[in-house]
């Protein structure tokens, strides 16, 4: 496994929000990660990414225990985090906002080569480089947070509700992004809300209940079980 | 000419307020330090005022750093108003050491820039304020690049603007606020060293240049490094102009009267959004 993470409990003050975590992830895997709101599904990411140290439990990347590094060192080893809300900085063109993903990087012609890479994932990004980001669309927002986490080159790639607030068809753009991201070799775990979608997408996927994994289990399957379409998926199949 | 200075001054108050939202009301009290310290170096060493802005620049950014690791740090985490009593407490503690170690006297280096008077286009300027203008120019386009074409200053414009998600790029948020404190007060020792030859330093004259600062930082619009220059000349020439059709005891007054009209029908400044 690429990471793993066992029995790993994390709060925000006296509140625990998550009450004993296990799952993993394989290289090269998409797995997803759903659950009503409040499951613990946005903090289970924070606490990978280094933004929240886990109160117990271990977070291994390759085997190496990384749980409560911080989000620098947890760049350094490949894992980068794209957030929940729109992180992108507006009054920056979309250019310098793929520089600054590169910020770790010596901002050598590979750096430049790699935007060129990312830039030609995302055409609608290429043809607006010099415009500020404040005048994206959401879609475009999140194409762009993408964009610049993937400047790493990163082992992991942490997403928390890449399609929130999104088109449908701007959702099966992104969800298809990430497939050719898996198809690149990129590993992501990725928080959603819509679970139909994501499941359709994901190799494995857990289903979190109050800060406790509840359901893990092949994408596919989950999607064909009666315990997660009713819960999850609305009930008809 | 006073607009450009206090242009520079207004962006170096801002870019605190831009990356860290906290106000610096010691501002002019490093301004004041900066302009002993180029008072003392024509003292003892003969050099010319203008001269000493690199010098002030390279000690005021030592300043600056120093203080936000031992001060602002510590306060960073605390609520709003223990960092704004923070930096009034330095405000304090700068000007009454000043005022303890120089007494209340106004002292002021001699400068042949400051004899010297240029006619530009009709207009006799004296030599000391037309090269404190352009410098203040330089000071502000030197910084301007800074922040606009260098990694160090796309990560500040960037940590200004949401501080998770640059620490999520592995931005060090507390290495660029210590930066930003230096870039501050450096340009505080810049002003310093421009407005030495011909004004008078005493413990008292950071107020001069402080509240017209801050005036041109809110006509600039709050926290836009960019505005604030514009706010500055906006200072500037209605300081100027309305000494001149007044009396020049009224000058500050009209300059706010300016500026609660400008904050009145555009409360976020004249470039701000």
């Known amino acids: ?237 | 000419m006073f607009g450009g200075v206090i242009g520079l001054v207004a962006v170096g108050v801002s870019l605190i307020w831009g990356i860290m939202d906290l106000i610096n009301f010691a501002y002019g009290e490093y301004l004041m330090w900066a302009m002993y310290l180029t008072f003392f170096l024509w003292a003892t060493l003969g050099l010319e005022p203008i001269l000493s802005a690199p010098i002030n620049a390279v000690v005021l950014f030592v300043a600056g750093v120093v203080t936000y690791r031992f001060v602002i740090r510590a306060v960073l985490r605390g609520p709003i108003f223990a960092q704004m009593l923070s930096t009034f407490g330095l405000l304090v503690l700068l000007r009454y050491v000043a005022w303890l170690l120089f007494r209340p006297d106004d002292r002021q280096a001699q400068s042949v820039l400051a004899t010297s008077v240029l006619t530009v286009g009709g207009l006799r300027v004296s030599g000391g304020e037309l090269v404190a203008f352009a410098g203040s120019l330089l000071a502000t386009s030197v910084l301007f690049a800074f922040l606009k074409c260098t990694k160090t200053g796309k990560a500040l414009r960037a940590l200004a603007q949401d501080r998770e998600a640059a620490v999520a790029l592995g931005i060090d948020a507390d290495r660029l606020y210590a930066l930003a404190w230096g870039l501050s007060t450096a340009a505080a020792g810049v002003a310093g060293g421009l407005v030495s030859s011909f004004m008078y330093v005493n413990p008292l004259v950071g107020d001069v240049f402080l509240l017209p600062a801050f005036a041109a930082v809110a006509l600039g619009g709050f926290g836009n490094v960019y505005g604030a220059v514009g706010g500055g000349l906006v200072i500037g020439v209605v300081n100027v102009t309305g000494g001149t059709l007044t009396v020049p005891k009224v000058k500050l007054a009209l300059v706010y009267l300016v500026f609660l009209g400008v904050l009145f029908l555009r409360p976020k400044g004249l470039w701000g959004r």
């Open chain 1, 1 to 237: 496994m690429l990471l793993t993470v066992d029995d790993v409990h994390a709060s925000y003050g006296r509140f625990d929000v998550l009450r004993g975590i296990t799952l993993g992830v394989a290289a090269g895997e998409i797995v997803a990660v759903l659950g009503p709101n409040g499951a613990g599904k946005s903090t289970l990411l924070k606490t990978i990414a280094g933004f929240l140290a886990p109160r117990r439990g271990t977070i291994r990347l390759g085997g190496e225990q990384v749980g409560g590094l911080r989000p620098r060192a947890l760049l350094d080893k490949g894992v980068t985090y794209v957030m929940q809300r729109s992180s992108i900085f507006g009054k920056l063109t979309i250019l310098e906002n793929l520089e600054l993903g590169a910020y770790i990087r010596p901002w050598t012609s590979e750096v430049m080569q790699d935007i060129e890479r990312v830039l030609l994932l995302f055409p609608r990004l290429a043809e607006r480089r010099h415009q500020r980001a404040e005048g994206l669309s959401g879609g475009e927002r999140r194409m762009l947070e993408i964009g610049r986490a993937l400047l790493l080159n990163p082992k992991l790639l942490l997403l928390d509700e890449p399609t929130m607030g999104l088109a449908p068809l701007v959702m099966d753009l992104i969800f298809e992004k990430v497939l050719e991201l898996r198809a690149a070799g990129t590993t992501v775990l990725m928080v959603e809300q819509n679970a139909r979608l994501a499941l359709e997408v994901s190799d494995r996927a857990y289903v979190l209940e109050q800060g406790q994994t509840r359901i893990e289990g092949r994408g596919q399957e989950l999607l064909a079980s009666d315990a997660v379409r009713r819960a999850y998926l609305g009930g008809a199949r």
